[in-house]
């Protein structure tokens, strides 16, 4: 089954411990992306990569690093996480850019909470 | 600042009636505009998308008309039924933006019985 998968689905955590996020894709696509959702503000990039070693930041990047050593793996990490990064977290990929390549899938999502 | 302006926040339609959800867009330069739908514990799924090239796409349902000139588009969903409740996000995209999506707020809708 073609699938984003993110672990875990649920996480709370103290202030400061670093913790990562993961999220994998059975379907061979280029691009994946990172994304915050909050009430009120709908669903926020937060990095995204192009190909294996090639990222760059979205629009809230600050606090988060992303890595991309294989096609497959996009981890999330938090290496100081402070409340303000509580939120609700989806890791998305697609195939590529134009027509159709350009549908994102997204995974389960990740609640945090940070205390 | 809010590149793409979704309203409204929240929607109540009895079965059977139609649903109507607006967007607005700043970015002449977007060329891609789903919309996607989120049930509760769920991620996004892509529901129908549509580019400026048409002013109107209709799938089942679910139909978005689009208007270049006004920087505005809607998501219509006739003959709503309770399983049509869920998130509804708007969004818009570049060609060459790597598939960077930029999202509405959201509004979420209630279909009652």
């Known amino acids: 089954e073609a699938q984003v998968t993110q672990n875990p689905r649920y996480l709370i955590t103290v202030t400061g411990k670093k913790l990562t996020v993961t999220c994998s894709q059975n379907?061979?696509?280029?691009?994946m992306s990172w994304y915050r959702q909050d009430p009120g503000l709908g669903l926020r990039q937060i990095y995204y990569?192009?190909?294996?070693?090639?990222?760059d930041k979205g629009d809230v990047p600050e606090g988060y690093k992303v890595s991309r050593k294989e096609k497959r793996n996009f981890p999330l990490i938090l290496e100081s996480p402070s409340p303000n990064q509580t939120s609700l977290y989806f890791c998305?990929?697609?195939?590529?850019?134009?027509?159709?390549?350009?549908?994102?899938?997204f995974g389960q999502g990740t609640r945090l909470t940070v205390v | 600042q809010q590149q793409v302006k979704q309203s409204p926040q929240s929607l109540i339609v009895q079965k059977g009636g139609i649903s109507i959800i607006n967007c607005a867009y700043e970015?002449?330069?977007?060329?891609?505009f789903p919309w996607y739908q989120q049930f509760p514990g769920k991620g996004p799924a892509l529901l129908i998308a549509?580019?400026?090239?048409?002013s109107e796409k209709k799938e089942g349902r679910f139909t978005i008309s689009f208007n270049k000139s006004a920087k505005q588009f809607s998501l219509h969903i006739m003959d709503s039924q309770p399983g049509d409740s869920a998130t509804y996000f708007c969004?818009?995209?570049?060609?060459?933006?790597?598939?960077?999506?930029?999202f509405g707020a959201g509004t979420r809708l209630a279909v009652h019985p």
């Open positions: 990569s192009m190909n294996v070693e090639v990222t």
């Open positions: 379907m061979n696509h280029e691009y």
């Open positions: 969004a818009a995209s570049k060609e060459g933006g790597y598939n960077k999506l930029i």
């Open positions: 970015n002449t330069a977007f060329d891609y």
């Open positions: 998305a990929s697609s195939p590529g850019t134009g027509g159709d390549s350009t549908e994102a899938f």
């Open positions: 549509i580019r400026p090239d048409v």
